[in-house]
């Protein structure tokens, strides 16, 4: 059974950075895509960013590109997200997650995270 425990979360103040940690477990990692989906109250989850296996290939939503980075260490099993430039509307719980199976990078993962709590603070 695959397991992901997101890391990191946490209070900061508008400008400020995170970095997100999630560590993977019960599955060869390597092999599978991996993104970051956050999700604010009374709000749909929304895709963030995704990270190819190999993690050569990288996206991300509009509204964090330039600021948001996805990394991945396969050897540490671990994907990372380092979030600069903070703002309010950053605020949500952000959930790992991963999969095998192929489709649009927004939809279709296979396994999640818990997830971790964001507040950026005025």
């Known amino acids: 059974q695959v397991q992901l425990v997101e890391s990191g979360g946490g209070l900061v103040q508008a400008g400020g950075s995170l970095r997100l940690s999630c560590a993977a477990s019960?599955?060869?990692?390597?092999?599978?895509?991996m993104a970051w989906f956050r999700q604010a109250p009374g709000k749909e989850r929304e895709f963030v960013a995704h990270?190819?296996?190999?993690?050569?290939?990288?996206w991300y939503a509009d509204s964090v590109k330039g600021r948001f980075t996805i990394s991945r260490d396969n050897a540490k099993n671990t994907v990372y997200l380092q979030m600069n430039s903070l703002k309010l509307e950053d605020t949500a719980v952000y959930y790992c997650?991963?999969?095998?199976?192929?489709?649009?990078?927004?939809?279709?993962?296979?396994?999640w995270g818990q997830g971790t709590q964001v507040t950026v603070s005025s």
């Open positions: 997650a991963g999969r095998w199976t192929t489709g649009p990078i927004t939809e279709n993962y296979d396994y």
């Open positions: 019960g599955r060869t990692f390597s092999s599978d895509g």
């Open positions: 990270i190819s296996g190999s993690g050569n290939n990288k």
